[in-house]
């Protein structure tokens, strides 16, 4: 299709040529008629003219309803001969001046249709010629004009000759450059083109590769206004590429350094990239922490054009630092707790048993015998603080067994049932029946009472309290994943409280402890999952604790 209409194209540009050189040679032929002398007659030329003209408008109309084709391109050429020896032969035949003429048409030939059929039209040329100057000689055809007179017969039979023999040298040759050149036109073409679609193709392939980077790329002119954005700065952003074009550095990177400055440490030390830490704007308004490095971006002469910055995510990186960070406060409060434990426990054993001996003893009466009640309730307190302070210290080796993760779940539901009576509402949703994971049964026992009974101890009033339980079959260690969900319909968390609410002692409850999800945290961490807690809109906790678990 595209080489159809490259030869329609080359037939329209052969009909427009021959169009313009026949007005050409009109121009300056009429303009010799005005106001000089003509050595021929000036109205056969006027009639070859005409007829060229209208060659030209039938060809053109031809052209339109045929279309591109090589056979019309050769007739047109072989029609412009003919017109060619009538011209020569109007304009003096031996003795004329258009003999050149012939060689456009070779030169039409290698361009048009191939460069070897140019060799065709140079021996069809060279034949036309010879039989006109022939037939001229012989007196077939009679001299046009000023010509008709003989003057002597070996004299003008010898220069024929030597114009024949002229033109069939001069075409020829002409015929032969023509198609070199035309064949060095051709490959260069044919380069060109291979070079271009190798050029698309390597931009093609350098768009695919930045657009499937993991790191996101944001390029921004010399004023600090974006440029371009790859999908993962999309994604990240929240943003469509069209919604980012022009925004300035500021509105897309929160806490990084103003671009001016960048712009002229950049420039400054023009081979070292610039590192720093930022926040990535959202659509919605919130922030993602990123690790950003920028550099130059240059021209393909080297000439500084913008500023180009990759960065990538660090959500999960500070949410790792916050887990070591808690680590390494719950080791140090672990070796800690040993030597507390019996610093405390032993005097506090001591004491309680002194004030019971004490009571039995003196039998006191009244206030006397309500502060030693005082005095044996807090002692009982206090050692059960220690007694769970110890239990997360120090925890008990596991045993991971494949477990019915559900019958706990009903078991702790029907305890809790009793403990609140009609004011707790209990739902229970289990989509996949039976759901089991190999986990230590007693530790995982412990971890969902301590959620459940925080949930019930939110909702002091009476409540909805909504557990469930379900498998992920999204691989995790080649396993799935069991997912619990304790949530309540209480007050839900505090932003501010939200993380910390995983640490040692920190409680919002008057008389808590501050260890039960932290010994939750800890269990779960064991069992190699994890735990995350959600505040629902309108109030409510959800608390989401991850295993892995079986396929069964």
């Known amino acids: 299709m595209a080489q159809r209409s490259e030869t329609q194209n080359a037939v329209r540009w052969l009909i427009i040529m021959r169009a313009g050189v026949t007005t050409l040679l009109f121009v300056s032929v009429a303009g010799v008629y005005l106001w000089g002398y003509l050595a ?255 550099s130059l971006l240059r021209h393909g002469s080297g000439e500084p054009m913008g500023v180009i910055c990759s960065f990538q995510d660090l959500s999960d990186i500070k949410r790792m630092e916050a887990q070591v960070r808690h680590a390494d406060r719950l080791a140090a409060i672990g070796r800690l707790a040993a030597g507390l434990a019996h610093e405390i426990r032993n005097p506090i054993a001591s004491i309680r048993g002194s004030v019971e001996v004490l009571r039995q003893n003196l039998k006191p009466q009244g206030a006397d015998r309500r502060l030693m009640d005082i005095v044996l309730r807090e002692s009982d307190r206090l050692d059960g603080t220690i007694t769970e302070f110890l239990e997360f210290s120090r925890p008990r080796r596991r045993e991971p067994v494949l477990t019915d993760v559900t019958a706990i779940m009903d078991e702790i539901l029907l305890l809790l049932g009793q403990q609140a009576g009609h004011a707790l509402r209990t739902v229970k949703e289990y989509p996949d029946g039976t759901v089991k994971a190999y986990v230590d049964p007693a530790q995982v026992r412990q971890a969902l009472w301590n959620l459940c009974r925080n949930a019930v101890d939110a909702m002091p009033q009476g409540g909805t309290l909504r557990v469930a339980a379900r498998l992920n079959r999204a691989a995790w260690n080649g396993r799935g994943v069991v997912e619990i969900v304790v949530e309540d319909t209480g007050p839900g968390v505090a932003p501010e409280h939200l993380p910390h609410i995983f640490e040692p002692f920190y409680t919002t409850k008057p008389d808590g402890t501050g260890l039960g999800l932290a010994i939750v945290h800890r269990i779960i961490e064991e069992h190699e999952g994890e735990i995350r807690v959600e505040t629902r809109e309108g109030g409510g906790a959800r608390f989401v604790v991850a295993v892995p678990g079986v396929e069964l």
Not at 146 to 152: E, L, V, Y
């Open 40 to 294: 021929f007659p000036f109205g056969p030329f006027a009639a070859v003219v005409g007829a060229s003209c209208a060659l030209s408008v039938v060809s053109w109309i031809l052209a339109r309803w045929i279309g591109g084709s090589t056979r019309f391109a050769e007739i047109q050429i072989y029609l412009d001969i003919l017109l060619e020896t009538a011209l020569i032969y109007v304009t003096g035949g031996t003795f004329s001046l258009f003999t050149f003429i012939y060689l456009f048409s070779i030169l039409a030939t290698s361009i048009v249709v191939t460069p070897r059929r140019s060799f065709v039209t140079a021996a069809v040329s060279v034949l036309c010629h010879g039989l006109l100057l022939d037939l001229q000689f012989y007196r077939v055809i009679p001299p046009v004009g000023q010509f008709a007179a003989r003057q002597d017969v070996v004299a003008e039979g010898s220069f024929t000759i030597l114009l024949i023999s002229a033109n069939v040298c001069a075409s020829f040759t002409v015929a032969y450059l023509a198609t070199y050149l035309a064949e060095q036109l051709r490959q260069v073409r044919w380069q060109a083109r291979r070079t271009e679609a190798s050029l698309a193709e390597l931009q093609v392939q350098h768009e695919d590769i930045v657009q499937s980077v993991s790191s996101g790329l944001v390029t921004f002119d010399r004023d600090g206004r974006t440029l371009t954005a790859n999908r993962t700065v999309e994604t990240l952003s929240g943003r469509a590429q069209r919604e980012l074009q022009r925004h300035p550095f500021d509105r897309i990177f929160q806490q990084a350094p103003a671009f001016s400055q960048l712009w002229d440490d950049l420039r400054t030390w023009m081979r070292q990239p610039c590192r720093f830490p930022a926040n990535l704007v959202r659509a919605d308004g919130s922030v993602i922490p990123i690790g950003v490095s920028a």
